[in-house]
């Protein structure tokens, strides 16, 4: 494995960064995980828009243009060995504000670093994607607009992991995140669905969801399938009684949920509207040209 830092290529073992950088110290940086389908990255210039959107909420400057920045991401897939056809892997990004002081000052660092790592990644074993995953409400509620804005993709995800933890505590795969107004914005790192007599319902991003690529290709993929979808304010009560329930993510791809908060979601099976997307959805993402 190659992995790029600051316009050198390191073996695993090599790779390190200063104990001085603040992405360390403060978790000051931000971050994108990106998939390669069939030998290409997927949605890659929606990555690096979201890349930079971080970069510039935080006013962090990448010391790369977005073309140089895609060329990096898309030579650490021909380098890796993983551009052939058929070709899968997964890409991790991270722009951290780089080497300072022990101050939080961030003028004290004088470059950006990038890093970009090219390898694979399985989040749940194979057998939960045809069986689903249950998930559990938790206490830790959503970062909010006025704090640190849930859209910024940074390298502080210490709600997501207490979120983490409270859900494998209770027994659950996954923790669903509520918006400080009680609604569903989110689960740890993937965005939710429900099904609800047919209509393909998910959180509006205004509730405290991240805009997530897999989101918006599963919107899109839905319209195609003619699945009718809404970005709508959903509650716990909503979750309960839908028929059908699913997670997305870069990392995890479309995973099924069958029960929440230990009850069943449907029937309690991976449901027919979240069977016909994830294989619609495989098929858009192996041929997706960019
Ligand atoms: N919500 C949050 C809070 C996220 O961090 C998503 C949703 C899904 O977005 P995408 O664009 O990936 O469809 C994320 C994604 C991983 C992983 O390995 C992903 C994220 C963070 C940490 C790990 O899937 N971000």
New binding site residues.
Partial sequence: MKIFIDGSYFEKDQAVVSVFDHGLLYGDGV?????IYNGRIF?LK??VD?LYASAKALSLEIPYTRDEFSRILNDGVEINGKSGSGQSG?I?AVVTRGSGDLGLDPDKCVRASVIVITGD?Q?YPEELYRSGISIASVSVR?NSVDSLD?RI?SLN?LN?ILAKIEAKQSGAAEGL?LNRDGFI???????IFIVKDGVLCTPLLTCG?????????VLEVAEQEGISVLETVLAQYDLYTADECFL?????EIIPVVTADRRAIGDGKVGPVTEKLRSAFKKYAESYGG
């Fill in positions: 971050f994108e995980g990106l998939r949605k929606e990555h979201r997964y991790r990644i989040l959503r849930p993709k995800y997501n995140i914005a989110e689960c740890t790192a993937d965005n969801a991240l805009g997530g690529i897999t989101r918006g290709a997305t993510g870069s990392g995890a």
